[in-house]
């Protein structure tokens, strides 16, 4: 969430119905996918005729027909010999059948509330709804899966006080969120799953389904309780944002506008214990929104891999709300550094300068986290339903796969793509979810920490 979602923006032709058709398979069925996203042994699609297939002996002439016939093939035959279609579009579409887009951060539920007061009988998701997203533009867009943002507002800091004791309201009001959103859900069954791990997504996605995952966006949403991080969880809550653009009793903020003042200077004494919690229960630490000294440290620290749900590249563009490169160059499967991954927003604020943003700066910010922090950990947060304006080419949930094509014609194979569509992130979830299972099998306790400037316990 950036700011108040708008109506009325201008759209582009979605794909037609036969190009909707059969959300992934592969993606999700392949269990080697969840380690070796980006490695090109994992048969994501068919394998392409090799030497070996035909035969030694006549191997050479054998390869030069080969090569011959398939240069020749027409796309509509090259999926049958495992050779993507020369038109971008169409790879981009048949990447994504098998490796649908899980986005990490759309604020529908939000949207709801302003517009609708949180009624779901008034809502319907089957045709043009106000805003980014809909169902026909979900499926349009080869959506496998998404993070419905439970995002509540800051409080009002001249009102909230250094202490934050005053906005316990807030844990209602991301109550009524997580309701809103759970409803919607619920209310097309043929559609959304409701997921709370990474093999609900891969059965969600192997059904036709749309995973649906919740996420809290912002330690202020807590009411300085980490019973209430715990709560969230039963709820079905599998990330909480540290910060949203205030400071909260856990950690500092980046802001909004530059030049925010530090208050713990990265996580407080009762911040790292959240995080602690949080690898405890497997819930996702979500560094979108942090300073950059509470995304170093929670990095340090965190015993699990961390995502940034919807944060982009800074050197790219220079904006608080974007990742560094000296953080960037922190994310890494290497000794010394954390997994995780760098799920770009798509909001022109944090993409370039204004009125001349388009999914080409998109790609931009993608292809330079990949650069610097490689391409198992970039993915997608588009905060559609949370940014005013969209890029141009990518004005709501169905085209994601203009930006997929974009990549494709950059040389990204088909691997890297599906491990940017969705397979870094499960990765990194399952990476968090085997953390929580090995703290708890080694009898981990709980934390009970109370924030010290609390006075009723
Ligand atoms: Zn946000």
Redesign the pocket.
């Known amino acids: 969430?950036?700011s108040a979602a708008e109506e009325g923006l201008p759209r582009p032709e979605p794909p037609s119905r036969e190009v909707i058709l059969g959300l992934g398979r592969a993606y999700v069925s392949t269990p080697r996918i969840e380690t070796r996203p980006s490695d090109e042994s994992v048969p994501l699609l068919p394998r392409p005729v090799t030497i070996e297939d035909i035969g030694k002996t006549r191997a050479g002439v054998w390869a030069v027909l080969t090569t011959i016939f398939i240069a020749a093939l027409p796309d509509s035959l090259a999926p049958l010999v495992g050779r993507l279609p020369r038109d971008p579009m169409r790879a981009a579409l048949l990447i994504l059948n098998d490796a649908p887009v899980i986005d990490g951060?759309i604020d529908l539920p939000i949207l709801l509330r302003m517009a609708f007061a949180n009624n779901v009988s008034a809502v319907d998701l089957t045709k043009d709804f106000v805003g980014h997203v809909d169902i026909p533009r979900l499926r349009a867009g080869k959506v496998g899966g998404f993070f419905w943002s439970v995002?509540v507002g800051c409080p009002d800091p001249a009102v909230e006080g250094k202490d934050f004791l005053t906005s316990t309201w807030r844990v209602r009001d991301t109550l009524e969120q997580i309701d809103v959103a759970k409803l919607t859900i619920e209310k097309y069954p043929d559609v959304f799953r409701a997921a709370l791990g990474s093999e609900d997504i891969r059965d969600a996605i192997n059904n036709g389904k749309i995973a649906s995952l919740l996420g809290v966006?912002g330690g202020h949403q807590l009411g300085n309780s980490i019973a209430v991080l715990r709560q969230y969880h039963a709820l079905g809550v599998r990330y909480v944002?540290l910060t949203?653009i205030c400071h909260n009793a856990f950690a500092d903020s980046c802001g909004f506008d530059p030049g925010m003042i530090p208050l713990h200077h990265g996580l407080s004494p009762i911040g790292f214990r959240l995080i602690d919690e949080m690898n405890r229960i497997g819930m996702l630490v979500d560094l979108?929104?942090t300073s950059d000294d509470t995304a170093r440290q929670a990095l340090t620290h965190s015993k699990a891999p961390v995502i940034w749900s919807?944060s982009s590249a800074r050197a790219v563009h220079d904006h608080a709300r974007n990742v560094p490169d000296d953080v960037l160059a922190l994310i890494g499967t290497e000794e010394g550094k954390t997994d995780g991954v760098v799920m770009v927003n798509f909001g022109p604020t944090f993409i370039g300068d204004p009125g001349n943003v388009t999914l080409y700066g998109v790609a931009d910010h993608v292809e330079h986290i990949a650069k610097v922090a490689g391409k198992k950990h970039v993915g997608l947060g588009s905060?559609f339903d949370?940014i005013g304006e969209t890029p141009v080419g990518l004005e709501d949930v169905s085209t994601y796969p203009a930006l997929f094509a974009e990549l494709v014609k950059r040389g990204w194979t088909k691997y890297e793509l599906s491990g940017l569509a969705g397979a870094n992130l499960l990765r990194v979830f399952e990476g968090a979810e085997r953390v929580s299972r090995e703290l708890q099998a080694a009898g981990t306790a709980p934390a009970f920490d109370v924030y010290d400037k609390r006075t009723d316990l």
């Open positions: 969430m950036s951060h995002y966006e944002t949203h979108s929104h919807h905060d949370g």
